[in-house]
């Protein structure tokens, strides 16, 4: 979304809020909330559950009362934020280069080292080095265009900004074939300082409603590799000329580069050979990668740009983790996975340390009696498919957080 757009989502948000029916202040809203185990459990939008520190004295009816309240209540809640955010920080102080930096940078350099390995398997006549090379190149390229995308946009490799920039420009632009600018823009800025806000970061981008549910989740997701650079030409006309340039320099060069590898080492004879074998390698995980943005957001509470609650509780509501899993934790990170809520509490955080991170957020958000969402692959897939047309079709309806607003 370019940044001149920024004022109409506010106001089609705020629009989508004041043609919401709401419940009477004296009624309790109830929010489905994945539970770990599958099922869900209701979530009450209720002062009490949703402002777990504060005290339990006499409050004297009236607006006035109201308002100091409305006070009360945000102090809380700001203070629950700062109090996290020094317990996590002295782990991060506590913690060695190789954990913050480290670790995620040696799964990207090994992911860089193993594709001459894959482009050489695919030399062979035999089905299952093929196969492999297949693998190798498709985990790979994941890795460093998904992994590696996502920490460069937050700047989580390094310390330095301007190293950040270089790598952002590596992994989204030349690894991805996306627009660096847009992407950090649209990620950082919307998604991120908006989650789950109606019309500026509420996953909708997401939402193709002209689809059916079978085709969006099973079929759709083989284009990903099509529709990305298409996409990123298209945001090019928001961004300088200079950036523009360089973002088509790089795309181009990735994408040649692996058109290139795939003719003269892998030995594909055919243009449309190695045209597919690309297609088939960069979507090897467009699946779950489809999945993974919206299993965590959409079906969760949706708020009102003019009505959303504190960071600590925007982001407890809002977002949900999934179970570890070895394959995505490698190609897709932690934090997009099984740590996706310390994400976005800490979003400079690396992938290792938001895993490091996850039991301290856990139980501090438990001790508040907090929402921590959890739940499985499985559980959210039946979930979509039962309710594509509410979830990824309809509008969602914004959470009314009686006591919060």
């Given at each position: 979304?370019?940044?001149?757009?920024?004022?109409?989502?506010?106001?089609?948000?705020?629009?989508?809020?004041?043609?919401?029916?709401?419940?009477?202040?004296?009624?309790?809203?109830?929010?489905?909330?994945?539970?770990?185990?599958?099922?869900?459990?209701?979530?009450?939008?209720?002062?009490?559950?949703?402002?777990?520190?504060?005290?339990?004295?006499?409050?004297?009816?009236?607006?006035?009362?109201?308002?100091?309240?409305?006070?009360?209540?945000?102090?809380?809640?700001?203070?629950?934020?700062?109090?996290?955010?020094?317990?996590?920080?002295?782990?991060?102080?506590?913690?060695?280069?190789?954990?913050?930096?480290?670790?995620?940078?040696?799964?990207?350099?090994?992911?860089?080292?193993?594709?001459?390995?894959?482009?050489?398997?695919?030399?062979?006549?035999?089905?299952?080095?093929?196969?492999?090379?297949v693998l190798t190149l498709g985990v790979g390229h994941h890795t460093l265009a998904v992994k590696g995308s996502h920490l460069a946009s937050h700047n989580a490799l390094t310390e330095s900004k301007s190293w950040g920039k270089v790598w952002a420009v590596f992994f989204i632009e030349l690894c991805s074939a996306f627009t660096a600018e847009q992407a950090t823009y649209n990620h950082v800025k919307l998604h991120h300082g908006y989650t789950n806000v109606i019309g500026l970061g509420d996953s909708s981008t997401w939402k193709l409603p002209f689809l059916n549910r079978y085709v969006y989740m099973f079929i759709a997701p083989l284009a990903v590799p099509i529709i990305t650079p298409l996409v990123a030409l298209d945001l090019l006309r928001n961004v300088e000329l200079r950036a523009a340039l360089r973002t088509v320099v790089c795309m181009v060069l990735g994408l040649s580069c692996h058109y290139w590898l795939l003719r003269h080492v892998s030995g594909f004879q055919s243009p449309w050979s190695a045209l597919l074998c690309m297609l088939l390698t960069r979507s090897l995980l467009a699946h779950p990668y489809i999945h993974v943005n919206i299993f965590q957001h959409i079906g969760l509470p949706m708020f009102a740009a003019d009505r959303k609650p504190k960071r600590i509780q925007q982001m407890s509501l809002g977002v949900l983790n999934l179970p570890r899993n070895v394959l995505l934790d490698w190609s897709f990170g932690h934090s997009l996975i099984s740590c996706h809520v310390e994400h976005h509490l800490f979003p400079s955080l690396s992938d290792n340390m938001c895993l490091k991170i996850k039991p301290i957020v856990s139980q501090y958000l438990k001790e508040k009696r907090l929402p921590y969402n959890e739940d499985t692959y499985a559980s959210r897939l039946r979930l979509f498919l039962q309710r594509y047309e509410e979830l990824m079709v309809h509008a969602p309806p914004i959470t009314e957080l009686v006591g919060i607003q």
């Open positions: 979304m370019p940044l001149e757009d920024r004022d109409v989502a506010r106001r089609r948000g705020q629009q989508d809020s004041s043609a919401t029916s709401f419940k009477g202040t004296g009624d309790t809203l109830q929010q489905d909330v994945p539970a770990a185990d599958g099922s869900t459990v209701e979530g009450m939008a209720e002062g009490e559950e949703l402002r777990p520190s504060l005290g339990h004295g006499d409050v004297t009816s009236g607006p006035g009362a109201d308002a100091q309240g409305a006070l009360q209540r945000a102090g809380s809640e700001e203070a629950l934020m700062a109090e996290l955010s020094e317990r996590v920080q002295r782990v991060v102080r506590s913690s060695s280069w190789w954990e913050r930096h480290g670790v995620d940078i040696c799964i990207l350099a090994c992911s860089l080292l193993v594709l001459p390995a894959g482009f050489l398997c695919l030399r062979s006549a035999h089905a299952v080095p093929f196969l492999v090379g």
